[in-house]
T-cell receptor, first 113, second 109 residues
Framework: ETGVTQTPRHLVMGMTNKKSLKCEQH?????MYWYKQSAKKPLELMFV???????ENNSVPSRFSPECPNSSHLFLHLHTLQPEDSALYLC????????????FGQGTRLTVV | DAKTTQPPSMDCAEGRAANLPCNHS???????VYWYRQIHSQGPQYIIH???NNETNEMASLIITEDRKSSTLILPHATLRDTAVYYC??????????FGAGTRLTVKP
């Protein structure tokens, strides 16, 4: 238990569906992150939020839309995804974007059919 | 950010020390060395970090050479639950943790 909770743990969606991934942390952290881990590839940073403000969009396609309503919650809204978007999506948080110790959630295993 | 090189895989006997090496010959003076691990199908877990001095915590020890061009993560008494992929990361940007391929450590009974 890392203090970062992601839901759902598994998700299967069609290419025309709209779904959202949720991340919640009660660690009092100010920075939150979305990462993508495809099969046999390194983790890729997608988005960074610091004090609810997006500070990094790592050239992510617009079919992925993040939302950070407060410092404890982070969402990733998904629409018109492609099969190649199937991956493990990981949320992480840290005290702030300058701190090295990041806590990761268990991830959401997404399959696009 | 400096590039890191790690062996793709290693084995270790249960109860023995696991020594995981990492080369970072282009590391600059203000870059830290971080270690994370990822157990199958879980999110990465922070282990330890250091700048130039050796560091120890309840999980592991980090030994950094004097010239800082390489480091070793030591798990003093490996257990089966330590089987995971271990990532060595050298970082200068504040938040972009660049995870490479890592070392797949298998602890065997």
């Amino acid at each position: 238990e890392t203090g970062v909770t992601q839901t759902p743990r598994h998700l299967v969606m069609g290419m025309t569906n709209k779904k959202s991934l949720k991340c919640e942390q009660h660690l009092g952290h100010n920075a939150m992150y979305w990462y993508k881990q495809s099969a046999k590839k390194p983790l890729e940073l997608m988005f960074v939020y610091n004090f609810k403000e997006q500070t990094e969009n790592n050239s992510v396609p617009s079919r992925f839309s993040p939302e950070c309503p407060n410092s404890s919650h982070l969402f990733l809204h998904l629409h018109t995804l492609q099969p190649e978007d199937s991956a493990l999506y990981l949320c992480a948080s840290s005290q702030d974007i300058g701190r090295p110790e990041a806590f990761f959630g268990q991830g959401t295993r997404l399959t696009v059919v | 950010d400096a590039k890191t090189t790690q062996p793709p895989s290693m084995d270790c006997a249960e109860g023995r020390a696991a020594n995981l090496p990492c080369n970072h010959s282009t590391i600059s003076g203000n870059e830290y060395v971080y270690w994370y691990r990822q157990i199958h199908s879980q999110g990465p877990q922070y282990i330890i970090h250091g700048l130039k001095n050796n560091e120890t915590n309840e999980m592991a020890s980090l030994i950094i050479t004097e010239d800082r061009k390489s480091s070793t993560l030591i798990l003093p008494h490996a257990t089966l639950r330590d089987t995971a992929v271990y990532y060595c990361i050298v970082r200068v940007t504040r938040y972009d943790m660049r995870f490479g391929a890592g070392t797949r450590l298998t602890v065997k009974p």
